[in-house]
């Protein structure tokens, strides 16, 4: 009887794992105390502008090089104790055309590889998933405009207000507190304790590998749309839309934050988006249509 038991209690637990397999989503892209550089790239775009940063900086470390090794020449080649007898010479031709040529020909070189990058992040393909962000003070709203439902749902920083509950006022959590108690409702979330500020009670979710594109505006002053490890960032104008697109290569959670001071409440405004499998995507939204709002990916079975 005890092996029956323990067969059903393995198989019970090998069926449980698609509804676990979202609460392992790896943290990809957040800020690190003390890190230096960019986040992981995880978009092709990301990518050549982590590239193109790097090339600059090369470029730009050699001319400030050169411009202190000659600037410590003149100060020890040519000051009163080394050269009483200074030049007369008002110009050099050749130094001249040189000092012109040679700069043009580096910002040449510097638009040939930019130029293409910006091209890449205006030239918008047709969008296998589409979305609207809209900005609010202070949270994000998202609608997804290819949904038959038309799923759409806001977005608010776990400890903002809107998210706590009599349950978490019980419990000692504070909004805007970072307590024990906090730790508590971010783990809870399916979050890591030390993700506050970051986290949002519901996220934009996609899935891998897809084109994703998003219609951006302001439904009362600027805000800005950005997640640093897909290399966009976009300006969210009242009355106005605008579009930005990514395709993520790599499934995880993926932190944001407005980026366009839009009020008190600025620093709690952040942005998190989960890029999950196109089977965990597909079952989510069929899930949150029928439920007509959003549902934790984390919580599906499949």
Known sequence: MRIITSLLALLAS????????????ETVGKPEPGALGFQPAVTEVASDLQWLDHMILYIITAIVILVCILLLIVIFRYNKKANPTPGTFTHNSPLEVAWTIVPILILVFIGAFSLPILFKQQTFPDGEINIKVTGYQWYWGYEYTDSEAELAYDAYMIGQPATMTEEDQNAGAQAYVNSDAMKAKLVANGYNE???????DTAMVVPVGKTVVLTVTGADVIHSWTIPAFGVKQDAVPGRLAQIWFAANKEGVYFGQCSELCGKDHAYMPITVKVVSQE???????????????????????
């Open 14 to 25: 090998f069926a449980a794992l698609p509804a676990f397999a979202q609460d392992a989503l």
């Open 194 to 200: 030390d993700e506050f500020l970051l986290a949002t």
């Open 280 to 302: 965990v995507y597909d079952a989510w939204l069929a899930a949150s249509e029928e439920a007509g709002t959003y549902v934790d990916p984390s919580q599906l079975n499949g």
